[in-house]
C-alpha cells in the first residue's frame, strides 16, 4: 500500500512540477515600461541634488531600484536620441542624424526606416503588447509612426511640441511665454489626427490616463497577464513649458518645476498602479531623458547639476542623464556609477524577455543584467559622444577626450577641430574644469585607439533627416 501512496505522490509532484512550469511560460516574462522625458536634465530631480524641485514619487523609485550616475544618450538631441534607444544602435549606422537638420521637422519626408528593428517589433515576436504613448519624433508620415514600428497602438504628438509655430507671434516670446494656440502641433491616435493644437496643459494628465489604462487591460481578471511593453515618452519638460491647473503655480522652481513635478506624479501614478495590482512583481520601470536641458531658454530650460554643457553639445551636461532602473525583487537597489546607456536598453529588455537578438546588424549595446540583479559590474566600459555624423568625444573608463569643440550652451551649433586633444577624469572632475591632456597622453592614445577600431567596421547610413516633403520646400 505504501508504493502505491508513494507512486501516487511521485506523479503528483511531477505533475504539478510541469503544470507550474507551464504557468510560468504563460505568464512569467516580464513587463518593460520606459518613461523619456524631453530635455530635461541631470540635475532636475530631487535624487539627483536638485534643490527646490519635489519629486517624492521618483526618489522613492530611486531608493527602491537603482539611480544611475554615468548613464548616457547617444545624441544631444531629441530624433537622433530616441532612434538610438528603440533601435539600440548608434544613430550615424541608421541614418537617423545629420549635420545639416539636426532632428525632424513638420515639413521632414523621413523618418526612421522600416528595415531598423526596434524593441517594440522584437517584443511583438514574443508575444507582447505594446503601445507609444507621448512623442514620436522619428518621422510623423504614416511609414514611420509608431504603428509602423512595432507599436500596436500610439497616442501622442509626432514631433517636439515647439514644432507648427504661428507667425503671427515672435518665436522667443511664443516659447518662453507659451500659449496653446501658438503651437499648432497635432495630437494623433495611430495615425489619425484627433485634436489640433494638442492642449498641451492638459497631455501629461492625459498621457498618463492612456497609460494606465493600457496597464489595467493588460492585466486579465484571471490573474494572468500579456505582457506588455509601454513607451511613455514625455513631450515635456520641452519649451514651451505647460503645466496643468493643479500643478501650476505650485512648485518653488517656478513653472520648469511645476512641469517636473507634474511627471513625478505621472510616475507615481504608473507606479501606484503597479503596486495595487501586483505588476510590480513582473515589471521593470526605467526612467530617463532624452538630452541634456535647453539652457539658451533661461529659467525655462533645465539644470545639468554639477556637469558642464547643454543639450545641442556633446559635454557630459548634453548627453548624461537621470536614470533610474526599478523592479522589485529583480532589481538589486543602489547607487550606480558605471556607466550604462539607452544604447542598452534594447539588449538588456531583448535578453529579459527571452529575445534572441537578430545577427544581421551591429547593436552598440550590452545588457545590463548583470548589473540590475548585482552579479557583475557592468559590461559598458566606453561612450562615443557624436554629434550629428561626426565624433566630437570619446570615453574609455574614467577619461574622456575631446576631438572637437563648441559653444557649450549648444547654440550657435558651430562646431571648431582641436587642433590638440583635451582630456579629462570625468569620475575625479565630472564638471570637466581640468584638463589633464599634457598629463596623461596614453589615455589618449589608448582612446584613439579604440575610435580607430570602431570606425574600421563602422558604415555610416545615408541621412533620412534632410528630405523635405516638396510642396512645403521653402
Ligand atoms: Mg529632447
Not at 557649450?408 to 574644469?433: A, V, W
Request: contains cysteine; positive net charge; hydrophobic residues 35%.
Amino acid at each position: 500500500m505504501n508504493r502505491y501512496l508513494i507512486l501516487f505522490f511521485l506523479l503528483l509532484n511531477s505533475w504539478m512540477t510541469v503544470d507550474s512550469a507551464h504557468a510560468q511560460t504563460k505568464t512569467g516574462k516580464p513587463n518593460f515600461i520606459v518613461i523619456f522625458t524631453d530635455d530635461q536634465g541631470y540635475g532636475d530631480l530631487g535624487c539627483y541634488g536638485h534643490p527646490t524641485i519635489r519629486t517624492p514619487n521618483l526618489d522613492r523609485m530611486a531608493a527602491e531600484g537603482q539611480r544611475w550616475t554615468n548613464f548616457y544618450v547617444a545624441a544631444n538631441v531629441c530624433t537622433p536620441s530616441r532612434a538610438a534607444l528603440l533601435t539600440g544602435r548608434l544613430p550615424v549606422r541608421t541614418g537617423m542624424c545629420s549635420d545639416t537638420r539636426r532632428v525632424l521637422f513638420p515639413d521632414s519626408d523621413g523618418g526612421l526606416p522600416q528595415s531598423e528593428n526596434t524593441i517594440a517589433r522584437i517584443l511583438k515576436k514574443q508575444g507582447y503588447r505594446t503601445a507609444a504613448i507621448g512623442k514620436w519624433h522619428l518621422g510623423h508620415l504614416p511609414a514611420y509612426l509608431p504603428t509602423s514600428h512595432g507599436f500596436d497602438s500610439y497616442y501622442g504628438i509626432p514631433y517636439s511640441n515647439d514644432m507648427d509655430r504661428v507667425n503671427s507671434v515672435e518665436a522667443r516670446e511664443a516659447l518662453m511665454n507659451p500659449k496653446v494656440e501658438y503651437f499648432q502641433v497635432p495630437l494623433m491616435r495611430d495615425t489619425s489626427v484627433i485634436e489640433r493644437p494638442a492642449d498641451q496643459t492638459t497631455i501629461v494628465k492625459r498621457y498618463t490616463q492612456e497609460a494606465l489604462e493600457f496597464i489595467a487591460r493588460n492585466k486579465q481578471k484571471s490573474g494572468a497577464t500579456q505582457p506588455f511593453f509601454l513607451y511613455l515618452a514625455h513631450s515635456l519638460p520641452h519649451v514651451p513649458l505647460f503645466a496643468s491647473s493643479k500643478f501650476k503655480g505650485t512648485s518653488e522652481r517656478g513653472l520648469y518645476g511645476d512641469v517636473i513635478e507634474e511627471i513625478d506624479w505621472s510616475t507615481g501614478q504608473i507606479l501606484d498602479a503597479l503596486r495595487k495590482t501586483g505588476l510590480d512583481k513582473n515589471t521593470y520601470v526605467i526612467f530617463t531623458s532624452d538630452n541634456g536641458p535647453w539652457v539658451i531658454f533661461d529659467e525655462n530650460g533645465g539644470s545639468a547639476g554639477p556637469l558642464f554643457g547643454s543639450k545641442g553639445t556633446s559635454y557630459e551636461g548634453g548627453v548624461r542623464v537621470p536614470a533610474i532602473i526599478w523592479g522589485p525583487g529583480r532589481v538589486k537597489p543602489a547607487v550606480i556609477s558605471e556607466m550604462g546607456s539607452t544604447l542598452d536598453l534594447l539588449p538588456t529588455i531583448s535578453a529579459l524577455a527571452g529575445a534572441t537578438l537578430p545577427t544581421d546588424r551591429v547593436y552598440d549595446g550590452y545588457s545590463l543584467i548583470p548589473v540590475l540583479d548585482g552579479t557583475s559590474k557592468s559590461p559598458r566600459n566606453e561612450m562615443l559622444y557624436y554629434h550629428g555624423t561626426r565624433l566630437f568625444a570619446a570615453r574609455k573608463g574614467a577619461f574622456k577626450c575631446y576631438f572637437y569643440r563648441n559653444n557649450p550652451q549648444g547654440y550657435p551649433e558651430k562646431m571648431e577641430k582641436l587642433d590638440t586633444y583635451t582630456l579629462f577624469n570625468l569620475q575625479h572632475d565630472p564638471s570637466e574644469r581640468f584638463d589633464i591632456a599634457a598629463k596623461y597622453p596614453e589615455k589618449i592614445r589608448e582612446i584613439d585607439e579604440m575610435v580607430r577600431q570602431h570606425r574600421a567596421s563602422l558604415v555610416v547610413a545615408p541621412s533620412n533627416l534632410e528630405k523635405r516633403i516638396v510642396s512645403q520646400k521653402k
